[in-house]
């Protein structure tokens, strides 16, 4: 080797540990954020020894693509069960002090206690405290559950705003990858920081990558509809302005196409969207339904009936009644009828009624009194009262409980699928959490940086400079001993 060849391959060795020493020192600024990826200064043979020829970036697309899957469906039933955790807080606490099945069986114990005494008054209003608390119970968790679908509904719009920014970060990411790619530049970093926003963009809704040529990806949602295909393509949505138990909310359109909604308590979500669909169209409208039967059962079971020897007249609220004043006919969901649910003016002392008239009967008018003597001792029908409130009875199949059941045993199975579902969404949710936290550290543990490894090989290429610099060191004192051997 010459001494020119010499001073060349130690030049070399130098411009490539300059090289490399740089990409060892953003591995390791870099070695705590998520987003980014290892990257290597891969090198060739050349006249002058090895040349640094590229920087590679590690990457490994199975275990990227699992990540990113695993996000979604983590994403959708953290989510679902959020939505449910505030469903069930509508009925208080580990005991659902708040429960219609709690305050119904409180009202039925006072009715009984009424009944054993029915002379005294102050009983009488104890029951009508009571009752008024169901009303008020129902009322509440009406509006409360209406509200969870509000909550959901503005959640969406706000998801679907991110998502479209998203969606055009992510197409200006793409195009400065595409681009780099065709005029081999280093796109490393766009690399990451696509692969940051597909990240992000899968918590809200599932997505699938297909890679082109040049670098080029597109997406498309679990179930196919485009999501970007050199542009992005737009997410629509329209929020309300108010729910009712009447009222449905709008749709999420993607490129045109309606998104769907999860379903199960494990749900099939991908992403949040499908999630907060599930919410407020399917478990807070099922609840709605059920506390909806439980009013429509109050003002049944407690109407007056006609007296008559030969009945007449229509049966008409007695202590429960709502805001069309007449008693739901056969065993159909009534929409709303817990929102409105009171009980009976005619009732209350403070609004001028009479409390023993639950006794007695006579709301509607002398037709329908039923202690024609007027014995304070009269408990027909209180007795039947406390009776009817756990004697089978017909409720509308569309609720989604038991067709025929007692009013007690529908409010108890109606906080027994809130409480089973919630449970299964929690479980669903803890192993979904286990199965992210797995992809992603597997695919860490690929991609990510190893300050051990970076360290190693930042005492490799000290080495390398000093053997390079005693060249250069060697060559020098060659070179003068030479010039001073011909001077």
Do not use: C
């Amino acid at each position: 080797m010459s001494l020119s060849s010499a001073i060349n391959t130690a030049q070399t060795s130098l411009s490539n540990y300059s090289t490399q020493t740089n990409v060892l020192s953003r591995n390791i600024s870099n070695a705590s954020n998520p987003d980014y990826s290892q990257r290597n200064a891969a090198l060739a043979t050349s006249l002058a020894g090895a040349q640094v020829v590229s920087i590679q970036r590690a990457q490994d697309l199975v275990l990227f693509e699992k990540s990113v899957s695993s996000t979604a469906v983590a994403s959708g039933q953290s989510t679902l069960l959020d939505g449910i955790t505030n469903l069930k807080d509508i009925l208080g606490g580990n005991d659902y002090e708040s429960a219609p099945a709690t305050l119904i069986a409180a009202m039925r114990d006072t009715l009984a206690t009424y009944a054993a005494k029915p002379g005294e008054s102050t009983l009488a209003q104890t029951a009508l405290a009571d009752a008024n608390t169901v009303a008020l119970g129902l009322r509440d968790a009406s509006a409360a559950v209406q509200n969870v679908r509000l909550d959901a509904d503005q959640e969406i719009s706000r998801q679907v705003h991110t998502l479209n920014e998203l969606l055009s970060q992510f197409e200006e990411s793409n195009n400065n990858v595409y681009r780099g790619t065709q005029t081999g530049k280093d796109v490393s970093a766009d690399l990451d920081q696509r692969d940051a926003l597909l990240k992000k963009i899968s918590e809200i809704v599932g997505v699938t990558s297909v890679t082109r040529n040049g670098n080029d990806m597109a997406l498309y949602t679990a179930d196919g509809t485009t999501l970007f295909e050199t542009v992005a393509r737009p997410v629509t949505f329209e929020a309300s302005s108010g729910f009712s138990a009447s009222l449905q909310g709008n749709s999420i359109y993607i490129d045109g196409v309606q998104l769907s909604s999860g379903e199960g308590a494990t749900t099939t979500a991908r992403g949040s969207l499908q999630a907060l669909l599930q919410i407020r169209d399917e478990y807070a409208p099922e609840m709605q339904g059920h506390l909806d039967e439980i009013a429509r059962a109050l003002v049944v079971t407690f109407a007056e009936k006609d007296q008559s020897a030969v009945p007449t007249l229509a049966d008409q609220p007695g202590l429960f009644t709502w805001s069309a004043g007449t008693v739901p006919a056969g065993a159909t969901l009534v929409p709303g009828i817990a929102a409105t649910i009171t009980i009976n003016p005619a009732l209350v002392l403070s609004l001028g009624g009479n409390p023993q008239l639950l006794r007695d009967g006579g709301i509607n008018g002398a037709a329908y009194v039923a202690n024609t003597t007027g014995a304070t001792g009269f408990t027909s029908q209180l007795d039947s009262y406390v009776i009817a409130l756990e004697t089978p009875m017909a409720f509308d199949p569309a609720a989604g409980l038991s067709s025929s059941t007692s009013l007690l045993n529908f409010s108890s199975d109606s906080v027994g699928w809130l409480e089973l579902t919630r449970s299964e969404a929690s479980s669903a949710a803890v192993a979904r959490e286990a199965t992210l936290f797995r992809s992603v550290e597997s695919h860490s543990n690929a991609t990510g940086v190893s300050l051990d490894e970076e360290m190693s090989m930042l005492l490799e290429l000290e080495q390398s400079y000093k053997a390079s610099a005693r060249i250069i060191s060697v060559v020098d004192e060659m070179l003068q001993a030479l010039m001073a051997s011909v001077g």
